[in-house]
């Protein structure tokens, strides 16, 4: 089985400050490591993704993500925030070889302060 | 299209009714997913349908949940006599044209089902 963990339901940060929000998982094999955002009454849009190769991933926006292994973490990161960034961000997993489908977290709402 | 489109966006109704969601994939991709989201939580995978081949349905909660695809364009979620429980949003993805493990998933909008 595979499984995604969100910690934090909720996180703020200020304006200009840098933001995480965080994603560990579990599954056996390679995992591939996704990160969608939603915006209010609309569907997902993918970030990024963590396939292979280098462990930082740049994506949409200005988001990146950096995998660790070890850690069996997938944190999405911005340097710096800005107020349009406030959504609701999920990590999503699938292991290679595996069923097709995306295993998702329970989301974590973000909320940029100005 | 240039993406996932679905409908209704809205979909109100009594508990015993039976609704029909309609998913119109990206133009070529061959693969095609839809899940459940409900309030404050993550998404529930619930079937995948991949060109030709059987669907997989080992996600939908219970038989009172159908779908087809029609060749590798739309496709219609069924939920017969809908509880109260079924109230969820229920969004639609597809997939590139390679199908592998590595393709993003692209999602619509999402259909909110409310059963009353």
């Known amino acids: 089985a595979q499984s995604v963990a969100q910690p934090e339901d909720q996180v703020n940060v200020a304006e200009g400050n840098p933001l995480t929000v965080k994603c560990t998982y579990s599954?056996?094999?390679?995992?591939?490591l996704f990160w969608y955002v939603q915006y209010p009454n609309r569907g997902l849009q993918f970030l990024l993704k963590?396939?292979?190769?280098?462990?930082l991933v740049k994506g949409s926006y200005g988001f990146e993500a950096e995998f660790n292994k070890s850690q069996t973490s997938f944190h999405l990161k911005k340097p710096s925030a800005l107020v349009s960034d406030s959504a609701l961000y999920f990590c999503?997993?699938?292991?290679?070889?595996?069923?097709?489908?995306?295993?998702f977290g329970s989301g974590t709402q973000l909320t940029v302060l100005p | 299209g240039a993406g996932v489109s679905q409908s209704p966006s809205n979909k109100v109704t009594e508990k015993g009714k039976d609704v029909e969601l309609r998913c119109d994939p990206i133009?070529?991709?061959?693969?095609l997913y839809w899940y459940r989201q409900r309030l404050g939580q993550g998404l529930e995978f619930l079937i995948y349908f991949q060109g030709n081949s059987a669907p997989d349905k080992s996600g939908l909660p219970s038989d009172r949940f159908s779908a087809e695809r029609t060749g590798e364009s739309v496709s219609t979620l069924t939920i017969q006599r809908t509880q109260q429980e079924d109230s969820a949003v229920y969004l639609c993805?597809?997939?590139?044209?390679?199908?592998?493990?590595?393709?993003?998933?692209?999602f619509g909008p999402g259909t909110r089902l409310t059963v009353l």
């Open positions: 999503a997993v699938r292991r290679s070889g595996s069923a097709r489908q995306l295993t």
């Open positions: 993805a597809s997939t590139g044209t390679s199908g592998g493990w590595t393709d993003t998933q692209y």
């Open positions: 963590y396939i292979t190769g280098d462990n």
């Open positions: 599954v056996s094999g390679n995992p591939y």
């Open positions: 133009s070529g991709h061959t693969a």
